[in-house]
């Protein structure tokens, strides 16, 4: 059984930094990319950053040059959030391309919020 479980979110002021972590657990075999979704009140879920086994990287236009998507390990990666605006509010999603030996699937964590408030 395969986990994906985030933290490191919260509630920070406009200007604020927050990281957030993704680390995933269970039988697994290797995992390729791996990414960042948000999804606010009312919008659909959109795609923050990725990060590839190789280390390429992308990111949403509207986080460029804010956010900083990294892989610590195989299994957990991180995003940093720096100057954070009331717009970035949202739950935030770990994904991962995961090959547990059987299948290869999508999983997805179970989310975690960021409050971007004065």
């Known amino acids: 059984q395969v986990q994906l479980v985030e933290s490191g979110g919260g509630l920070v002021q406009p200007g604020g930094s927050l990281r957030l972590s993704c680390a995933a657990s269970g039988s697994i075999f290797s995992i390729y990319t791996m990414r960042w979704y948000r999804q606010a009140p009312g919008n659909q879920r959109e795609l923050v950053a990725a990060i590839t086994t190789s280390g390429r990287t992308n990111y949403a236009d509207s986080v460029k040059g804010r956010f900083t998507i990294s892989r610590v390990n195989a299994k957990t990666v991180y995003l940093q959030m720096n100057s954070l605006k009331p717009e970035d509010t949202a739950v935030y999603y770990c994904?991962?391309?995961?090959?547990?030996?059987?299948?290869?699937?999508?999983?997805w964590g179970q989310g975690t919020q960021v409050t971007v408030s004065s």
């Open positions: 994904n991962a391309q995961i090959n547990t030996g059987a299948i290869i699937g999508d999983y």
